[in-house]
């Protein structure tokens, strides 16, 4: 591997804007929880969080993070809602609404509807008070079952644990076998400063689960391929999520076929590489390792 040069920071040296630029630069793509609350007067608001995500499937939670303001210690309206109205639904965000998500996210004065300002659909939950939006592709009604403080200055988050309790689920992001389609759902994710990223079209890419089998690992390829300058560490770790290493019998074939048997007589290991990482690019990863296997 390439030496590497860091740049090592103290959290405590640099000031809590710095800090907070590093982390949502760095710790990204992240989810966006559009969540819509209520107070006790019946004031709905709508405000995006990418402090967000899903912690546990039984029971379902959520958690976002209403932040406190880094600029002057306030807190957002969303986290006094919850206080008196401990009720959220958590409206999933796709790149079809990001514009009006954005809007949303405008700290207009308490008792102005984000809704109307972003021109959001604001239809009626089924167990809890709080609106959920029609535009969003799936929709979770939640009870706040906690709201943990993290601190009491600027910058410091307010873990909210959402206890899931219904979902609504737009079917026209339904596949055939009547699952959630991630292609259909185009969902977008936060990165640092004004950057936002959709997960769609080329972005979108499949890799084998390694639950599904035991992989050989990187340490069971030959030293050859682990130290190569050709092969990057996702081809590496895409051969290591094999189920085992070739065979004699499996290497003798190859060595037989004419196709490879030039470039393994040559005994030059680049070319083996080379070739090796072209077979990864077409998905023929068994072919690969017995080639790459099959060098003295």
Not at 71 to 80: F, Q
Not at 96 to 118: D, P
Not at 162 to 177: A, F, N, P, T, W
Not at 238 to 243: E, P, Q, V, Y
């Amino acid at each position: 591997m390439k030496e590497k040069n860091f740049l090592t920071i103290d959290p405590k040296d640099i000031s809590v804007s710095e800090l907070h630029g590093i982390l949502l630069s760095s710790v990204a793509p992240r989810p966006i929880a559009l969540a819509s609350t209520i107070d006790r007067a019946g004031n709905v608001n709508l405000s995006p969080f990418s402090f967000f995500n899903v912690f546990s499937a039984n029971p379902p939670i959520m958690i976002f993070s209403p932040s406190r303001r880094g600029r002057d210690n306030t807190v957002k309206d969303s986290y006094v809602n919850l206080k008196e109205v401990p009720e959220v639904v958590i409206n999933i965000v796709n790149y079809a609404m990001v514009e009006q998500v954005s809007l949303s996210s405008t700290e207009y004065q308490k008792g102005v509807n984000e809704f109307i300002k972003s021109g959001l659909t604001q239809i009626p939950s089924d167990l809890i008070r709080p609106p959920r939006v029609a535009e969003s592709p799936v929709s979770f009604e939640c009870e706040v079952d906690d709201i943990i403080e993290l601190g009491k200055e600027g910058g410091a988050g307010n873990l909210v644990l959402s206890r899931v309790i219904k979902i609504h689920v737009d079917q026209d992001y339904l596949g055939e076998d009547q699952k959630l389609n991630t292609a259909k759902l185009d969902l977008v994710g936060r990165m640092g400063g004004m950057w936002y990223t959709r997960a769609n079209g080329d972005a979108l890419f499949e890799i084998p689960k390694p639950l599904a089998t035991k992989g050989i690992g990187v340490d069971s390829l030959p030293a050859h391929a682990r130290d190569s300058t050709w092969l990057t560490g996702n081809e590496l770790g895409r051969l290591g999520n094999l189920k085992s290493l070739p065979d004699e019998k499996q290497i003798s074939n190859l060595k037989s076929d004419s196709v490879y048997q030039q470039i393994i007589t040559k005994g030059d290991v680049q070319e083996v590489h080379k070739a090796a990482k072209l077979l990864i690019s077409k998905n023929r990863n068994e072919e690969a390792l017995i080639l790459l296997c099959s060098v003295d």
